[in-house]
């Protein structure tokens, strides 16, 4: 299929590109009354991740309406421990909630490894065919994931946690039950993407949401491994690595064989570019806060973002984390408008 | 009063010292089941805080208990905006939660400021008396206070939170509110840190729990010029400045007139050094997670820890975090016995 709007990969393998492009994490879902009519028909949460046709329907959403320059697949990173028998729900108001938690050798029994993705998280590569094909090649689809290190914080954790102390504490206490169980959700996290991409995705982030928690030291030990595997796997499409907080590990992130960093809004843009030239692209990162402001804030607040930048072309714009839900829609247009006005020469 | 061990004093001065110091965030309450037989009797979290007696004893258990080098009094920093007439509940596993939130400037109307705060903070200055009176000079006593900021994020969040994102919010909808309650938190913050080092507290430690949630721009703005107030306006004992997560502001944290810059566990210390010289005393930063290993892991990562820090007097020893609730006190126990063990020279 050819694509109408190519800009995000051309901008993520570093090709010249006419204006940047943008979308937002979370922009499926959350913040538009569309969304929530869809989502208000239905059980919860899971049904709409589980449900194809309706998880396409809210992805495109955002493409119709704010006019995003992608698509990102309407799903959660915690399907991942589910198709690993540690399933997951979604509690209204409280959040991820795990029955089992995996803090032991014997509790890491029940996990599971040797099955086909297409069996268990079929859902989703139908969800990404039907996207594709609806879409029509308006714009590119994104796949996802969460990094191993983030999933592996609440398998252990079993639920959000401000410290996961929790998932630390297997770090000092049992490195080699981490480890183990870092690399079956490495093995399988790869064996998924590749089957999003094979579905239609034409690029791939992972989300390590959790990156912020360890140090550099234990994240170059807990996290970079498992990236570089994933990262190394997938060849077919851009892949863009986030690593909410993880500031002091950005360069090591940026070694790896991804095409594009994603910065969450505390870090300083012209410092990250400095440590690490520009062989990748970086993404980001509006404070998803400034979305609260006024029209002529908003647009302020973006203006001052893209000059962070510099007028590198190994820009794509997003908020440096997901858009909060409160936010009204018509701010969020404010934003992308004023980026696909913002003259990239 | 003559102390008989002020080797944090000495250290935060910069002057000889003949072992590093150690103590711990969070050393009175929660770890102790000397602590725990004492909050048993009580109705609650705060009836401990406000009753002097009581929490005099509970600051000095980890005197007697554990031999750290100073006592931290048993409070919180939420006396604070309760004194300013915004008054909050401690709910069992949920935490910190205020009836009334600041967010306007209808609801900043009942934020008060002109107040004594003997009267209202009395019992804080009771508890320093009488720890000094029955420590008779064993170590210095340490008070504190939240950073303005982080008092900000309680007052208009009204509770604890991942993102404090209404507390942010309010930073680009109505910053010149922002700013006046931050000058009032900072107004009674400099009244009330004054009288307990009236009371007897030796040295100050300011908390900013939450700098980590601002970027390096909006910590310029919101919390360092705040900070700035406070640590000029205290001059007769040593000042710490905490900002958790604020890495990319510890330069110009260290600036400030402060003896002490608090490291958490996520900070290279290294790094930290040679960013800001000699010319401050580092606080931190043992991984709190770490005391969860065995003793002897506990051993090596705290020399670990030592070692990462040079042969640099200027170290106060410490957690990067507070001591989290479910740690064994023997393995407290273990990580000071491992400090004051360390050949300094």
């Not at 959403?61 to 399907?79: H, K, M, R, T």
């Not at 938690?101 to 086909?116: G, L, Y």
């Not at 490495?186 to 590749?194: A, M």
Request: with cysteine; aromatic share 8%.
């Amino acid at each position: 299929m050819i694509l109408q709007n190519d800009l995000i990969l051309r901008a993520a393998k570093g090709e010249d590109i006419e204006r940047y492009p943008v979308w937002l994490m979370r922009q499926a879902g959350r913040i538009l009354p569309e969304y929530r009519a869809v989502r208000s028909k239905l059980s919860g949460f899971k049904e709409l991740v589980e449900t194809p046709a309706l998880a396409a329907e809210v992805t495109i959403q955002p493409v119709d309406l704010l006019g995003v320059d992608a698509a990102i697949i309407f799903s959660d990173i915690l399907v991942v421990p589910e198709a690993m028998n540690v399933p997951y729900e979604m509690l209204e108001a409280k959040g991820p909630w795990f029955n089992h938690t995996i803090r032991s050798e014997e509790q890491a029994k029940r996990v599971e490894t040797d099955f086909d993705v297409e069996d268990r998280l079929g859902y989703v590569m139908e969800a990404i065919k039907l996207t594709v094909k609806e879409l029509n090649g308006r714009v590119p689809v994104i796949g996802f994931a969460g990094a191993p290190w983030t999933i592996l914080c609440y398998m252990v954790e079993g639920h959000g946690s401000k410290t996961f102390s929790e998932a630390r504490k297997l770090l000092y206490t049992n490195p080699t039950l981490a480890h183990q169980l870092l690399q079956d959700i490495t093995d399988v996290t790869i064996r998924y993407l590749k089957a999003q991409v094979k579905a239609g995705a034409a690029m791939i982030q992972v989300f390590d949401s959790w990156a912020g928690i360890l140090g550099t030291e234990q994240y170059a030990t807990f996290s970079l491994p498992y990236l570089k595997q994933i990262a190394d796997a997938i060849n077919d499409v851009p892949v863009t690595l986030f690593s909410k907080g993880a500031i002091t590990s950005i360069p090591a992130i940026a070694q790896l064989n991804c095409n594009n960093v994603g910065l969450d809004w505390n870090m300083d843009v012209a410092a990250v570019r400095a440590q690490i030239g520009d062989k990748r692209t970086l993404q980001g990162n509006l404070d998803p806060c400034a979305l609260y402001g006024s029209h002529e804030n908003v647009a302020t607040e973006t203006i001052k973002m893209l000059h962070s930048f510099g007028k590198n072309k190994r820009h794509i714009v997003n908020l440096g984390h997901g858009v909060y839900p409160d936010v009204d829609p018509e701010k969020v247009k404010t934003f992308i408008k004023t980026v696909k006005s913002y003259e990239i020469n």
